[in-house]
């Protein structure tokens, strides 16, 4: 009978134990006619100075390597790249393993055999200091964030070309969710679909807040009407925004 129940209990904790050391498993974009000529050759930001030389341009995961970017100040970018190929950057700013819309930071096509992209990215100030993944795709024919038929997205699907991957350290972002914020501001349900509720206190009532998303631009901003405000958010896409509170300069990550 002990025995019995031991083997219950561990059954029970299984998921929460397989949960609890489950690694994040990024997605990747395929290349249907490979990477040969087409492909990121150099790439170089702040700190980080990588050359494909004469390694296999299949291998994409050099996060090893990596650097340190302050939010909101814009840092040189140069990438190098092989025959008629375009450039996307992105970086997985909620370290969910998918790279979404929001989350790059630059792209473009200019035909050239080779091409030499020369650009600034700006970290966006509402992300967290923290480590992120960051991903540089090289692309035949396309600038890999507009809809083509050669490809484009962090995890599209392309005809020639190759991706590497590098981790950025974010470093004069915001500190997180004040959690201390919850005894004078709140939000619900969160996730939510079509519309959050805002509980204030009543200090804050006829105060202004905005809705921004990773990239620091305002999607929707408003006031609090009273003590309970509703806030529409079904003209937003999926996925992460912070809602700040207005004069109380609090704030909360909002999922859609």
Same mark, same amino acid.
């Given at each position: ?6 083997? &219950?209990? &561990? ?20 290349? !249907? ?47 190098? !790249? ?169 704030? &909360?990550?909002?999922?859609?």
């Amino acid at each position: 009978m002990k025995l019995k129940k031991l083997l &219950f209990a &561990f059954l029970f904790a299984l998921p929460f134990i397989q949960k609890a050391g489950a690694q994040v498993v990024y997605c990747e974009p395929t290349f !249907n006619n490979g990477c040969f000529s087409w492909n990121n050759k150099e790439i170089t930001l702040d700190s980080i100075s990588w050359t494909l030389g004469s390694s296999d341009c299949t291998i994409s995961d050099y996060t090893t390597m990596g650097t340190t970017l302050t939010a909101g100040l814009p840092t040189p970018m140069e990438v190098l !790249n092989g025959s008629w190929c375009g450039v996307g950057v992105w970086v997985d700013f909620d370290n969910n393993g998918d790279f979404d819309s929001t989350e790059n930071l630059y792209y473009e096509y200019t035909a050239g055999d080779p091409q030499t992209y020369s650009f600034l990215i700006t970290i966006p100030p509402t992300a967290v200091n923290g480590d992120y993944r960051m991903r540089v795709i090289a692309g035949w024919g396309t600038d890999c964030y507009t809809m083509s038929a050669n490809g484009y997205g962090a995890c599209g699907v392309y005809e020639y070309g190759n991706f590497v991957d590098f981790r950025v350290t974010v470093t004069g972002g915001s500190v997180g969710i004040d959690e201390n914020a919850k005894n004078e501001f709140a939000v619900f349900p969160n996730p939510a679909s079509n519309r959050i509720n805002a509980t204030i206190k009543e200090s804050m009532i006829g105060s202004e807040y905005t809705i921004v998303d990773q990239l620091g631009k305002i999607c929707s901003n408003g006031k609090f009407e009273q003590s309970t405000s509703s806030i529409d958010i079904s003209n937003l896409t999926e996925g992460i925004y912070i809602l700040n509170s207005g004069t109380s300069k609090k704030m &909360f990550r909002v999922v859609r």
